[in-house]
């Protein structure tokens, strides 16, 4: 495929990217680092593939987030009111390091910490729930409300709401095409609910997240209410659906490999450094937020103009044999650091620790629980959200 902008770009073909998305990048990674490409939009995209170039383009301040520097006619993305929209993937500096750094006086390692030994109890009594049917589907019964409920504790969210959290960020995730109306039906309640929360927590602080953001200053600089109401949104959707995804494919990627799984039995020890590995093998983000040039930039030695999207994909960056040996095979011994799973530059993920946290102690207690674990499908009926953004199982039947 040629890195020259052709008349009528090639289009990434959305049902193979679900079906092999592997393959897909690989051819795409051989051909060319770089590849003018019509995206699921309909809108012309520039596709990054190779790992060296990515992790360069991560952390390349030429490349903007603010959609404000697209250019006429391309990107326009998702619509949410001003309110959610002014989030930390929508940012560049100097308003992204303003807010992280206020995020990072609240969002601290001392209270995630705190948070392991509330996580096991939820992994424990999912697990009590699903042990007397002997199967169960792992991401609806354990990798679905595990993170919802560790995202609902941090942000102090009463467990009668815990269900319209989940209900509202699956119909982001994966929108019904047949009912347009529910997407902006979720984001109008979510919209009315965390206006309610912030109030609440305003009038009565408590031991939580949100009232920590609320109270948080530098020196007379504190969070706006639309700031609020974007990071309480941004923790919830990105918090929620990237946990359950990195859960259900690291459980799925060792079910398929049983020799893996025998030796994280053996040695659980190895567990933290096999979720390394886990991200990078079949990680939850295939492609990293779109970013636009506020110049012509060069990528892999292909000029790209101001204003146009650009796509960075992990996915083909971390099947890259330049980088990773024999990058197709699952090795949990592996030395996996390096991975862009969690992000690089000023945009890594502020909840890196959490999710790391989250999906050890998950797979801790699932591999303790349930010794004989196996699928409870054949491995080509695994079902993938349809989605190029994320890679997350539909279900996962297994028994027990």
């Known amino acids: 495929m040629s890195t020259t902008t052709p008349e009528q770009p090639p289009l990434v073909d959305p049902a193979e990217l679900v079906a092999d998305p592997y393959g897909v990048y690989a051819r795409l990674r051989e051909a060319g680092p770089v590849h003018r490409i019509t995206g699921t939009d309909g809108l012309p995209a520039w596709l990054v593939t190779r790992y060296d170039d990515v992790r360069r383009a991560l952390a390349d301040p030429r490349l903007s987030l603010d959609k404000r520097n697209a ?3 391309g990107y326009h993305g998702l619509a949410l009111p001003p309110a959610l929209d ?3 993937l929508n940012m560049d500096p100097p308003d992204h390091t303003r807010i992280r750094r206020l995020v990072s006086q609240a969002f601290t390692p001392r209270r995630v910490a705190r948070l392991r030994e509330p996580i096991r109890r939820t992994a424990d009594a999912l697990l ?4 007397p049917h002997g199967r169960a589907d792992l991401i609806a019964s354990y990798a679905a409300p595990l993170p919802i409920t560790v995202i609902c504790d941090l942000l102090g969210v009463a467990p009668h709401d815990r269900h319209d959290f989940r209900s509202w960020t699956d119909t982001l995730i994966a929108p019904d095409p047949t009912r347009p109306e529910r997407a902006k039906e979720a984001v109008r309640d979510m919209l009315g609910f965390f206006t309610l929360l912030i109030a609440g927590k ?6 939580d997240l949100l009232s920590a953001l609320i109270a948080v200053r530098d020196d007379e600089d504190r969070l706006s ?6 990071l309480a949104f941004l923790i919830l959707f990105a918090g929620y659906e990237n946990t359950v995804h990195l859960i259900g494919n690291a459980t799925l990627a060792l079910l398929r490999h049983p020799d893996q799984l025998r ?13 390394e590995e886990l991200a990078r093998y079949d990680g939850p983000v295939p ?5 636009f040039p506020v110049e012509d930039v060069t990528l892999g030695g292909v000029v790209v103009p101001a204003g146009e999207t650009v796509l960075l994909s992990l996915a083909a960056a971390h099947r890259d044999p330049h980088r990773f040996t024999d990058p197709d095979r699952l090795d949990t011994g592996r030395d996996a650091s390096g991975h862009l799973a969690l992000g690089h530059g000023i945009h890594y993920c ?3 620790p959490l999710a790391r946290m989250e999906a050890e102690i998950a797979l801790a207690a699932l591999l303790d629980r349930f010794p004989d674990l196996a699928l409870d499908i054949a491995p080509d009926e695994v079902r993938w959200r349809p989605s190029m953004r994320s890679r997350g199982l539909l279900d996962l039947p297994v028994r027990f």
């Open 71 to 73: 250019a006429p006619g």
């Open 86 to 88: 002014a989030n930390l």
């Open 128 to 131: 009590d729930a699903v042990a």
């Open 202 to 207: 305003r009038a009565e602080p408590s031991d």
């Open 225 to 230: 209410e639309d700031e609020l109401m974007s």
């Open 263 to 275: 030796a994280l039995r053996a040695d659980p020890g190895r567990l933290g450094a096999a979720i």
């Open 287 to 291: 492609l990293a937020i779109r970013r």
């Open 350 to 352: 502020l909840g890196a």
